[in-house]
Nanobody, 126 residues
Framework: QVQLLESGGGLVQVGGSLNLTCVAS????????MGWFRQVPGKEREFLAS????????YYGLPVRGRFAVSRDNAIHTVYLQMNILKPEDSATYHC???????????????????WGQGTQVTVSS
């Protein structure tokens, strides 16, 4: 069974950093776009970042450009989201997602992704 398992969330001060990790299993990792989304209760999922299967292309949502960086290590089926200069409005549940390359490459749309992790909570305190 496909599993995406996020970790690395927690409580951080304004201006601080966190590095989220997502470990994937049960899928051909090298064939999938890996994306990050976040969600606050009562609102739709927001696209944050994605990385192409080979790790050579990245895409970012405007609110996090210049602050967040996505990367992947295909040898260990892992994708990362480095988050810097965190703001209170970054507080949310952060989800890792996997989408097959033919439909998910460069996509900011949650319905283009096939598999989702349970999420990890990030809280930025002020």
């Amino acid at each position: 069974q496909v599993q995406l398992l996020e970790s690395g969330g927690g409580l951080v001060q304004v201006g601080g950093s966190l590095n989220l990790t997502c470990v994937a299993s049960g899928l051909p990792f090298n064939s999938f776009v890996m994306g990050w989304f976040r969600q606050v209760p009562g609102k739709e999922r927001e696209f944050l970042a994605s990385v192409s299967p080979g790790g050579t292309s990245t895409y970012y949502g405007l609110p996090v450009r210049g602050r967040f960086a996505v990367s992947r290590d295909n040898a260990i089926h892992t994708v990362y989201l480095q988050m810097n200069i965190l703001k209170p409005e970054d507080s949310a549940t952060y989800h890792c997602a996997a989408g097959f390359r033919t439909k998910a490459v460069g996509s900011r749309l949650d319905y283009d992704y096939d598999y989702w992790g349970q999420g990890t909570q990030v809280t930025v305190s002020s």
